[in-house]
């Protein structure tokens, strides 16, 4: 587990994380966190589903050695979960709506580190913006306009397309995963999770 010396310095996000919606929040050392080339290859084989729909997806992503290369000029980073309920995690409507706070939680972050003067933040969640903010629109207007984001208050790449272990992540949180469960019997609650670089 990780040395949350640091965390005053960066309180305020902290409480901000809390006020976005999430259900705990943390500092880390960027050296906690895991990249694996093998979770990243899940994006593509098996294909996701949204595999190449955005420009914040695989292949359209660094990938987990632009995340290591990226990794070498920050120190610190926050993470954050998010708890839900396993019914909501399962339902077609509702676990977008979970995804897109996660994301906007994440953007939130990322934007307020900024203001703080850790200009070169980034923020890390999950799912595909495609998919959560830009549902109406036939396509991704980066991938195929050459424009601007139409969310960029809101969408932020996803951590599966870098590698990045999650529950390593959590667990340098000094938390555990939570896996949604779709039988009763199951755990109640899932958790979800994401990442802002802070530097
Ligand atoms: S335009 Fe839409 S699909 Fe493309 S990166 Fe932005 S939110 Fe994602």
Not at 10 to 22: I, N, P, Q
Request: hydrophobic share 40%.
């Amino acid at each position: 587990m990780s040395d949350h010396k640091e965390s005053g310095n960066f309180s305020e996000l902290l409480e901000l994380a809390l006020r976005l919606g999430a259900s705990g929040a943390r500092v880390v050392s960027s050296s906690d966190i895991c990249i694996q080339d093998e979770l990243a290859g899940l994006c593509a084989k098996p294909q996701c589903e949204n595999f190449g729909a955005s420009a914040n997806c695989p292949p359209h992503v660094s990938g987990p050695d632009g995340f290591r290369e990226l990794l070498k000029v920050y120190d610190q980073a926050v993470v954050f979960k998010l708890e839900a309920p396993s019914p909501v995690l399962f339902s077609p409507v509702e676990r977008l709506e979970v995804f897109g706070l996660l994301q906007e939680i994440a953007a939130g972050l990322e934007l307020a580190a900024v203001k703080m003067g850790q200009t070169r933040s980034k923020a890390f969640a999950g799912n595909c913006c495609k998919v959560l903010f830009c549902n109406d629109h036939p396509r991704c207007r980066v991938l195929h306009e050459g424009g601007k984001c139409r969310n960029p208050l809101s969408a932020r790449p996803s951590m599966s397309g870098f590698g990045i272990n999650v529950s390593k992540l959590m667990e340098s949180a000094g938390w555990s995963l939570k896996k949604a469960g779709e039988k009763s019997g199951e755990t109640s609650v899932g958790t979800l999770c994401g990442l802002v670089l802070l530097g």
